[in-house]
T-cell receptor, first 110, second 113 residues
Framework: GQSLEQPSEVTAVEGAIVQINCTYQTSGFYGLSWYQQHDGGAPTFLSYNALDGLEETGRFSSFLSRSDSYGYLLLQELQMKDSASYFCALRDQAGTALIFGKGTTLSVSS | NAGVTQTPKFRVLKTGQSMTLLCAQDMNHEYMYWYRQDPGMGLRLIHYSVGEGTTAKGEVPDGYNVSRLKKQNFLLGLESAAPSQTSVYFC????????????FGPGTRLLVL
């Protein structure tokens, strides 16, 4: 099976940088994704890493190291609207099912 | 485009009752998924479909059945609801195997008494 571990909560202040880590166990997978979910809302796609290295999308970056079974989401220039839950997720080896971690709640204060 | 829609938005059931949750997408996506979300548990995959007429089990399929008779619709059925099935249910769709983004519906809140 597959499993993902991420911190349950992270706090930061506006303008800061925060890193949300994700470690995983799997026998094989396609890539690592990150989703954002605001309270009461639907999850929305943020980024995807198929290969090792850093992917940058505006203020958000995501990193994957397959040899370390580790990835992270980096959020820069934090804003209040970034307060949300962030989920890492593995696409299975068949490229079909997406399995999520339990999520990290980010609280951004002024 | 409406994207992914879910019906109903909220429902209260008594233990033992049955119901069907409907997910519809108007983006001609091949893949569709049903997840449940419980506090502290993240999103757990119930069943999924890789195309019309196909279904497969996810992480937590027990107590649920699904059908994908039409490409645009993915139905989730609870034959005999239990309090443990109280949850928020999210449907998602994905264009095809070459696309990584999953598009989620707004969710259905289900309370089983």
């Amino acid at each position: 099976g597959q499993s993902l571990e991420q911190p349950s909560e992270v706090t930061a202040v506006e303008g800061a940088i925060v890193q949300i880590n994700c470690t995983y166990q799997t026998s094989g997978f396609y890539g690592l994704s990150w989703y954002q979910q605001h309270d009461g809302g639907a999850p929305t796609f943020l980024s995807y890493n198929a290969l090792d290295g850093l992917e940058e999308t505006g203020r958000f970056s995501s990193f994957l190291s397959r040899s370390d079974s580790y990835g992270y989401l980096l959020l820069q220039e934090l804003q209040m609207k970034d307060s949300a839950s962030y989920f890492c997720a593995l696409r299975d080896q068949a490229g079909t099912a997406l399995i999520f971690g339990k999520g990290t709640t980010l609280s951004v204060s002024s | 485009n409406a994207g992914v829609t879910q019906t109903p938005k909220f429902r209260v059931l008594k233990t033992g009752q049955s119901m069907t949750l409907l997910c519809a997408q108007d983006m001609n996506h091949e893949y569709m998924y049903w997840y449940r979300q419980d506090p502290g548990m993240g999103l757990r995959l119930i069943h999924y479909s890789v195309g019309e007429g196909t279904t497969a089990k996810g992480e937590v399929p027990d107590g649920y059945n699904v059908s994908r008779l039409k490409k645009q619709n993915f139905l989730l059925g609870l034959e005999s609801a239990a309090p443990s099935q109280t949850s928020v249910y999210f449907c998602a769709s994905r264009p095809d195997r070459g696309s990584e983004t999953q598009y989620f519906g707004p969710g259905t809140r289900l309370l089983v008494l």
